[in-house]
């Protein structure tokens, strides 16, 4: 049998690996995807807002915090506002998104609980009054997509450290 030499060292402070790292070139193929389905998702008109909102929604339901991190700065970034990111978990209860969003954030649950079959029907029912099939697939890729992510990170335990105040 042939060892396998590491290039990466990586601290082990977690008791976890850094799948990410242990792995890159599976890695590498995921952020490769990411990127096919950022491009994906503006060929079929969905704006950065509305992709963000879904990556942290996704990131909500599965309570990653490495990834909320990130597409909260990301959102921010793309002009949303802090108070729609401060109700997003309870976006059923506000006036605060579109039609448009709100049916992406729903295909966006339904995608993350695939085995709740009454959402999901009532995810694409939404989503068929205000969106056509290609910006469909895309919020679909775009939360498979931040789902893979999001069990990189939960799983390596990856953490979310204070960033210097510019």
Same mark, same amino acid.
């Given at each position: 049998?042939?060892?396998?030499?590491?290039?990466?060292?990586?601290?082990?402070?977690?008791?976890?690996?850094?799948?990410?790292?242990?792995?890159?070139?599976?890695?590498?193929?995921?952020?490769?995807?990411?990127?096919?389905?950022?491009?994906?998702?503006?060929?079929?008109?969905?704006?950065?807002?509305?992709?963000?909102?879904?990556?942290?929604?996704?990131?909500?339901?599965?309570?990653?915090?490495?990834?909320?991190?990130?597409?909260? &700065?990301?959102?921010?970034?793309?002009?949303?506002?802090?108070? &729609?990111?401060?109700?997003?978990?309870?976006?059923?209860?506000?006036?605060?998104?579109?039609?448009?969003?709100?049916?992406?954030?729903?295909?966006?649950?339904?995608?993350?609980?695939?085995?709740?079959?009454?959402?999901?029907?009532?995810?694409?029912?939404?989503?068929?009054?205000?969106?056509?099939?290609?910006?469909?697939?895309?919020?679909?890729?775009?939360?498979?997509?931040?789902?893979?992510?999001?069990?990189?990170?939960?799983?390596?335990?990856?953490?979310?450290?204070?960033?210097?105040?510019?």
């Amino acid at each position: 049998m042939s060892e396998t030499v590491r290039t990466t060292t990586v601290p082990r402070t977690s008791g976890r690996v850094y799948v990410d790292k242990e792995s890159p070139a599976a890695y590498q193929a995921l952020v490769r995807t990411a990127e096919t389905v950022r491009a994906t998702a503006a060929d079929a008109g969905l704006d950065r807002i509305l992709v963000e909102l879904v990556n942290l929604r996704v990131s909500q339901l599965n309570g990653c915090a490495s990834c909320l991190d990130v597409h909260t &700065r990301a959102a921010l970034r793309a002009g949303e506002t802090s108070r &729609r990111l401060g109700v997003l978990a309870a976006w059923r209860d506000t006036e605060l998104f579109t039609a448009r969003e709100r049916a992406a954030l729903a295909l966006a649950e339904a995608t993350t609980h695939p085995a709740d079959a009454l959402a999901q029907e009532r995810a694409y029912g939404e989503a068929r009054e205000v969106l056509d099939d290609a910006e469909i697939s895309a919020v679909i890729w775009v939360a498979i997509t931040i789902n893979a992510f999001n069990r990189v990170s939960i799983l390596s335990k990856h953490p979310v450290r204070e960033t210097p105040a510019r």
